[in-house]
């Protein structure tokens, strides 16, 4: 009798062992939850960047100024150059600004303002390559429409401070006239260094930004 009733318990112990084994092995179902418990967490965390990128109190502030650009073609120096300053913020790749300046150096100069849109395209190390896009008006006697078209490098010199070279298109026109001016200047920016995959260091996203990398470059919005 005893020795029925220690077989039925080896049984048992058994049976709970071989149970408790499999449930571990099958990890599967496990595996899949847990990937989809880590992407819902990622998809509501406030570091998701598809939902915290336009947060407009929080963006950190950029100035850009062109203290020099001039334009291609015949004339005097006076009528070719063009100088502006830009005011925005920064949305990481993204720079979203207003600029004012004048396209000569004449005292009678037509006055612009323009909205822009400025991408940080591709960076490889300090360096980086930036598109704008930009619409605005000249305070001329036409009332001109002002379009550009704008590709950059800059160098991050400083934490703060970048320089870059410049070249573009401005497209003015109105119901009587229209012209086509390509450019070529430098400008100087001011705002928070950008990492290698074009995100802010600090500010809002501080804690997200990875460190500047020196090595291959590294595109995005491609």
Do not use: C
């Amino acid at each position: 009798m005893n020795l029925r009733i220690l077989i039925m318990l080896a049984l048992v112990v058994g049976s709970a062992n071989l149970w408790g084994q499999s449930k571990t092995a099958d990890t599967t179902q496990t595996r899949t939850s847990k990937s989809q418990q880590t992407y819902y967490s990622i998809s509501r965390s406030s570091e998701d960047s598809t939902r915290s990128i336009f947060n407009f109190k929080a963006a950190p502030i950029y100035v850009r100024a062109t203290p020099f650009s001039i334009y291609t073609g015949a004339g005097s120096p006076k009528d070719r150059i063009a100088q502006s300053i830009e005011l925005g913020k920064s949305f990481n790749v993204i720079d979203l600004g207003v600029a004012f300046g004048r396209n000569s150096l004449r005292p009678d100069t037509s006055l612009f303002l323009e909205g822009r849109v400025t991408m940080d395209v591709a960076n490889y190390g300090i360096f980086a390559n930036e598109m704008t896009i930009g619409a605005g008006r000249v305070f001329d006697k036409q009332g001109s429409l002002m379009l550009e078209l704008t590709y950059s490098i800059m160098a991050q010199i400083a934490p703060r401070v970048g320089i870059g070279l410049t070249t573009g298109y401005y497209d003015f026109s109105s119901e009587t006239t229209d012209s086509s001016k390509t450019f070529y200047g430098i400008y100087l920016r001011f705002g928070l260094l950008r990492t290698d995959s074009g995100g802010l260091l600090g500010g809002s996203n501080r804690g997200r930004g990875r460190p500047v990398r020196v090595g291959r470059p590294h595109r995005h919005g491609r």
